[in-house]
């Protein structure tokens, strides 16, 4: 697909790596959902760090984030710490930072840009807080006049949390119109009310991250009468590659088959798997 597009690689701006006993963690709440939600979901890619930035490479991947959060407070800085050293040894990704309510998140997340952070990853159904928590005012105001983009999961998928949907993150922006957000999976499944707010805000973009797949249409489909808005966002930049990767209940090629699928069109998929986000992050070394 890579060739045919005529595109240098992919952009994909969800996926994760982390420290090896946070992600063990994961894995171990990714292994007991079936039981809990009678869904299961296999992790594909249960690799070793080094193999799983190689497969990264092998897939055509250019440039990748390490997502990671906290769930609780006391996690960050330290999270933050990691990311910038394996971004720093690990050519293509792009330096990843999170945050957490807490005293001195003004602090760690001003380090975190003075350090060259290029992306932050905030979870607000893992870390259960509402965004407009005054603990994060001022780490707010820094990333936005960074214009740093943040990668958030605030949609209500694949179970709601008290501080998801489109409420919270809507009065976000209404305070901070000059966020540039990222909606981690489409806002899955209040997919229309997430394309409102990016047709309401600039600087509002959407990752594609398991959007569309044969796993998450059995769940949350997406609603085709949203297709002509979906098209006109992603030609307007504001809709780009997202993956899970690692963990992926199927192999990494079937979202792109997914999206391909959708019909709308090999200038809107150049667009959505690399030119979006290399505008984005100002890659143009890739362009």
Not at 230 to 247: K, Q, T, W, Y
Request: glycine residues 10%; contains cysteine.
């Amino acid at each position: 697909m890579i060739r045919r597009l005529g595109i240098p690689g992919l952009v994909d701006v969800h996926t994760h790596f982390m420290p090896q006993n946070v992600l063990d963690k994961i894995w171990a709440y990714f292994d007991a959902v079936g039981p809990l939600t009678g869904m299961e979901w296999p992790i594909t890619y249960r690799e070793e760090e080094d193999r799983r930035v190689a497969l990264l490479r092998e897939f055509g991947v250019l440039a990748f984030t390490s997502m990671l959060y906290p769930h609780k407070a006391g996690m960050a800085r330290w999270l933050n710490a990691w990311a910038a050293d394996f971004a720093a040894r690990t050519p293509g990704c792009l330096h990843t930072a999170t945050l957490h309510p807490e005293q001195d998140t003004g602090t760690y997340v001003r380090q975190a840009l003075d350090s060259g952070a290029r992306v932050f990853k905030v979870h607000l159904q893992v870390g259960g807080f509402d965004p407009n928590d005054g603990l994060l005012d001022d780490a707010w105001g820094l990333i936005a006049e960074a214009g740093v983009p943040v990668v958030i999961h605030c949609g209500s998928g694949p179970a709601p949390g008290k501080f998801t949907g489109p409420g919270p993150v809507g009065q976000l922006l209404s305070r901070r119109p000059r966020l540039r957000l990222i909606v981690a999976h489409m806002g899955m499944p209040e997919y229309a009310d997430f394309l409102d707010l990016a047709e309401r805000y600039e600087g509002v973009h959407l990752d594609t991250t398991m959007a569309f797949t044969d796993f998450s249409e059995r769940f949350a489909p997406f609603p085709t009468a949203e297709l002509p808005r979906l098209r006109a966002l992603g030609l307007d930049g504001r809709i780009l590659l997202g993956s899970d990767f690692p963990n992926i209940p199927y192999p990494y090629v079937h979202q792109l088959d997914a999206l391909e699928r959708l019909g709308l069109g090999e200038e809107w998929l150049r667009h959505v798997l690399h030119h979006n986000a290399a505008e984005l992050f100002g890659l143009t070394r890739l362009s």
